[in-house]
């Protein structure tokens, strides 16, 4: 989305993980024994952490702090370049292992299945990374951490987070959050009833199309596509950023929820992570 004056004046970070990924465009989605002919191909540093620091800084108009970790090989060096391009400025975590990598098959319809190779990276707090900047926040958003890095990001005024960081993670933080965004159809993103001695002040389960639902808040609706969908790779990212943005800049929840939802209808057509501006 192109930016919005009423964000410009946030200072606002992402602490999370990177996968450079390959997008690959397909009529159906490989099934055994297929052999198949691509209809598009691109490659882009993604993953949660990736996508939501650009949407932030495409949103803000301005660069957004990017605390990572990335492998000190090619793959990472690519990763560092192509993000300070897409407007982030990276605090890196270096590793002597490799940088995560996926593959994103997306069909026709605009469905995909992603393939990532190798462990996640992850910024931990004992790494020599500016982590006192964050108190200075008006918003971080966090994909991947230890606990304690968690505790350096509830500093900040807002803190979100999806539950990809781990439930088990963020009860052994002992931090709230400010926001618990994720997905409602992702096994991996599920949030049981009491799974958190500390619950989120708003939790936000999407769910595609059918738009979703807050707490508080009740349901919600999607953004009608100005387009036929094209690659649904990082629209629940694109929809957190979206929230954050909002809420940070001190909107209500269910305005914050629609900036959220217009974020995920841009990227839904658009291929790969990143919609262009308009």
């Given amino acids: 989305m192109a930016p919005d004056s009423a964000l410009a004046a946030l200072n606002l970070a992402v602490v999370g993980h990177v996968e450079w990924v390959s997008f690959v465009a397909v009529e159906q989605l490989p099934v055994a024994g297929s052999i198949d002919r691509a209809t598009a191909f691109l490659e882009e540093p993604a993953g949660g952490g990736a996508v939501v620091a650009v949407q932030l800084a495409r949103l803000s ?18 990763s560092a370049e192509r993000l300070t391009e897409l407007g982030l400025d990276l605090e890196v975590a270096w590793r002597d292992a490799p940088t995560r990598r996926g593959v994103s098959f997306v069909d026709r319809a605009g469905d995909r299945s992603i ?32 606990a304690a890095a968690l505790q350096q990001c509830r500093r900040a ?3 979100g987070a999806t539950p990809r960081v781990g439930l088990p993670l963020l009860e052994a933080s002992g931090v709230s959050c400010d926001a618990l965004i994720g997905s409602a159809l992702d096994p991996g993103e599920q949030v049981p ?71 995920g209808a841009e990227c839904a057509v658009a291929f790969g992570p990143y919609a262009r501006p308009n």
């Fill in 61 to 78: 108009g301005r660069r957004v702090r990017f605390f990572t970790s990335l492998g000190r090989d090619v793959t990472g060096e690519r």
């Fill in 115 to 146: 393939t990532v190779i190798g462990e996640r990276l992850a910024p931990l707090a004992r790494d020599p990374l500016p982590w006192a900047d964050l108190a200075g926040c008006d918003g971080v958003f966090v994909t991947a951490a230890d």
């Fill in 157 to 159: 005024r807002l803190l």
């Fill in 193 to 263: 009833a009491g799974a958190l001695s500390r619950p989120p002040q708003l939790r936000i389960a999407t769910e595609g199309a059918a738009g979703g639902w807050s707490e508080p808040g009740g349901r919600f609706a999607a953004k009608a596509l100005v387009a036929p969908p094209v690659d649904s790779y990082g629209c629940g990212d694109s929809f957190a950023a979206g929230v954050m943005a909002g809420l940070a800049a001190g909107w209500s929840a269910a305005a914050a929820i629609n900036l959220g939802a217009r974020c």
